[in-house]
């Protein structure tokens, strides 16, 4: 029997190649037709390999009958094109500070370069993807964030105020792909730079998706950050709070995990925190029952 390769350059036989897909059937049964919005963001935006395998994984989550929304950030991207015009980058408690000529390269960049490289590269591989900022559809009404603790003032950062999923479910309904970037407005028309992890996750509470997808650099939430054997691979919203408050989640890791409690609370089946640096990741986490990161539910009574 003839061996084929991967695209990591290993050996398959034909029949290992059909046997796991014949054990992917009952995930395919089960999460075809529901919504998935998948954060994509870190390494796997940055390298090319990683990028194509995500790519390519999120087309054959549409293929085999789920619906998956993209959602993404462009941070290096945006420091880069700042960089090239002379204008400061500067951050205040995480969040970029962002006066009108950031703003303008933020929307530049993100609804323009970024989005529509990842539209094309989903279309290159086969799917069908549509391009869209939170103005596209009034998806996303934004106002200025504003913090619970004192700092200067850091310009046209936003929070969401709503969220209007009609045009993505016409979207989802015809087959299509949507790749949101993190840019709304609010009603006056002035631009707002939002957490593109906080998109994905009112995103996914308005679509009442099955599940949210973190792609991070991290393999996901370890009770020691040092030891990747400590990795947790289930938690509900409870004990992500305790893990919070514990200092255990910490630094950048926090927003992520109370993105993903929000999202429960309103409704999303599950929420992943997923290294997107692993190859397949997404369909590891999605097609197994051991999954590679961390998923958290509502309560012990969902599991």
């Not at 960089?83 to 000529?101: E, M």
């Not at 998109?199 to 996901?220: P, S």
Request: proline share 3%; with cysteine; charged share 20%.
């Amino acid at each position: 029997m003839s061996a084929h390769f991967n695209e990591l350059g290993t050996s398959i036989s034909p029949l290992d190649r059909v046997q796991v897909l014949a054990e992917a059937l009952p995930y395919i049964q089960r999460f075809s037709g529901k919504t998935i919005v998948v954060k994509y963001g870190g390494a796997a935006m940055l390298e090319d390999a990683l990028r194509m395998q995500v790519i390519r994984d999120i087309v054959f989550l549409a293929t085999v009958g789920l619906k998956p929304v993209v959602v993404h950030g462009g941070g290096p991207e945006i420091n880069h094109w700042l960089t090239k015009l002379n204008i400061p980058v500067q951050f205040v408690s995480g969040l970029r500070v962002t006066d009108a000529a950031t703003m303008e390269v933020v929307e530049m960049v993100l609804a323009g370069k970024v989005n529509k490289s990842i539209v094309q590269m989903i279309n290159q591989a086969g799917g069908s993807a549509v391009g869209l900022c939170g103005r596209d559809g009034s998806l996303i009404a934004a106002r200025r964030h504003h913090s619970a603790t004192e700092q200067p003032d850091i310009g046209f950062v936003g929070d969401i105020q709503s969220i209007n999923p009609k045009l993505l479910h016409s979207l989802l309904k015809d087959g299509h792909i949507p790749v949101v970037s993190s840019v709304a407005s609010d009603e006056t028309g002035q631009a707002y730079n939002i957490n593109a992890d906080t998109v994905a996750g009112e995103l996914a509470a308005a679509l009442d998706a099955e599940k949210l997808l973190l792609l991070t650099d991290t393999a996901g939430i370890l009770r020691d950050r040092n030891d990747l054997s400590s990795l947790i691979r289930r938690l509900d919203i409870h004990k992500a709070r305790e893990l919070i408050e514990g200092g255990t989640v910490n630094g950048g890791m926090i927003p992520k995990v109370q993105c993903c409690v929000r999202a429960l609370a309103q409704g999303v089946r599950a929420a992943h925190i997923v290294d997107g640096r692993q190859p397949h990741a997404l369909l590891l986490e999605v097609f197994t029952d051991q999954g590679i990161g961390s998923m958290l539910v509502a309560s012990d009574s969902t599991r």
